[in-house]
T-cell receptor, first 116, second 112 residues
Framework: GPKVLQIPSHQIIDMGQMVTLNCDPVSNHLYFYWYKQILGQQMEFLVNFYNGKVMEKSKLFKDQFSVERPDGSYFTLKIQPTALEDSAVYFC??????????????FGSGTRLTVL | GDSVTQTEGQVALSEEDFLTIHCNYSASGYPALFWYVQYPGEGPQFLFRASRDKEKGSSRGFEATYDKGTTSFHLRKASVQESDSAVYYCALGDRSNNRIFFGDGTQLVVKP
């Protein structure tokens, strides 16, 4: 099936540093998402993104977070500065349809972020 | 707001047992409902969906029926295999804001 690639698979950084998580979504997809999953806990929505703009974000999407997809390249999640509570697995997802909340999400394998 | 509740945090079965994982939802509109499966070290994978009342979704022997009356979308499988061991997520798709809401997940462990 369609593949979403996430780079890197693991990232370890010191608290206060900046980190960028990269996502290569399915090529013809239009909507992009980030979810956060702390070990053993549920998937939590962070943000969705369409046509160069954030469409909706949750309370977890703090001011230190930002997303972009410059010129159709990677869809990125940047955290600056990082905090200890940002340690989690971050999943990128994409979906092909416009304006339909019911469409299927395709997920990457996640980036495990550890903030020391 | 929209939400999904999965009753079971963990289910332990033997091979060929019957599986039921309960999912109930709360939504202001008429959402689409999904089941996703997550294997260790991977992202969630789409299993199937249903978009309207009484519609049945199915895949790989798993099935669930959209029930608007009881606001439920319970996952069932007649005979589980060890390879079905994974975390199963019920999810709700809000058509108004393109957001998918996940339940807490149910860890299924199938012993040979």
């Amino acid at each position: 099936g369609p593949k979403v690639l996430q780079i890197p698979s693991h990232q370890i950084i010191d608290m206060g540093q900046m980190v960028t998580l990269n996502c290569d979504p399915v090529s013809n997809h239009l909507y992009f998402y980030w979810y956060k999953q702390i070990l053993g806990q549920q998937m939590e929505f962070l943000v969705n993104f369409y046509n160069g703009k954030v469409m909706e974000k949750s309370k977890l999407f703090k001011d230190q977070f930002s997303v972009e997809r410059p010129d159709g390249s990677y869809f990125t999640l940047k955290i600056q500065p990082t905090a200890l509570e940002d340690s989690a697995v971050y999943f990128c997802a994409s979906s092909p349809r416009l304006g339909v909340g019911a469409e299927t999400l395709y997920f990457g394998s996640g980036t495990r972020l550890t903030v020391l | 707001g929209d939400s999904v509740t999965q009753t079971e945090g963990q289910v332990a079965l033997s091979e060929e047992d019957f599986l039921t994982i309960h999912c109930n939802y709360s939504a202001s509109g008429y959402p689409a409902l999904f089941w996703y499966v997550q294997y260790p070290g991977e992202g969630p994978q789409f299993l199937f969906r249903a978009s309207r009342d009484k519609e049945k979704g199915s895949s790989r022997g798993f099935e669930a029926t959209y029930d608007k009356g009881t606001t439920s979308f319970h996952l069932r499988k007649a005979s589980v295999q060890e390879s079905d061991s994974a975390v199963y997520y019920c999810a709700l798709g809000d058509r108004s804001n393109n957001r998918i809401f996940f339940g807490d997940g149910t860890q299924l462990v199938v012993k040979p």
